[in-house]
């Protein structure tokens, strides 16, 4: 009897110790960014590319409406935009001029 619950205790170690073993740790996506499927042809009115925080007249706090039409007029500009979630610092912004992006194919 006394094998027997040896027995138990071990096997129910074993199955318990690789299960508090694990990392608990998630990935998670920091950055979205979409390519195109074709070679970027030059467009638009941009001359270099930029990047920084998004701001509208010295504020920071901006609406969802407000964004989008950035976003909209970068895009007609002729860059590529890659907009970052939100933190306290604000939404931060990567804008890649079409102009000066390399026509090679990869």
């Given amino acids: 009897m006394r094998a027997t619950l ?7 170690l074993s199955a318990i110790t690789p299960l508090t073993c694990q990392d608990s740790s998630k990935p998670s996506i920091s950055k979205i960014t979409i390519l195109p499927s074709e070679p970027v042809m030059p467009t638009g009115t941009c001359k270099f590319s930029t990047s920084g925080y998004l701001e509208m007249n010295g504020k920071t706090k901006i ?3 407000e964004i ?4 909209d007029s970068s895009l ?8 970052y979630p939100g933190t306290k ?3 931060f912004v990567n804008m890649e001029c079409t102009n000066t992006m390399s026509l090679a194919t990869p």
Wanted: with cysteine.
């Fill in 89 to 91: 610092r604000g939404i």
């Fill in 76 to 83: 007609h500009d002729g860059y590529v935009v890659t907009v």
């Fill in 6 to 12: 040896t027995y138990l205790a071990c096997l129910l």
């Fill in 68 to 71: 989008g039409n950035f976003i």
């Fill in 63 to 65: 609406t969802k409406a």
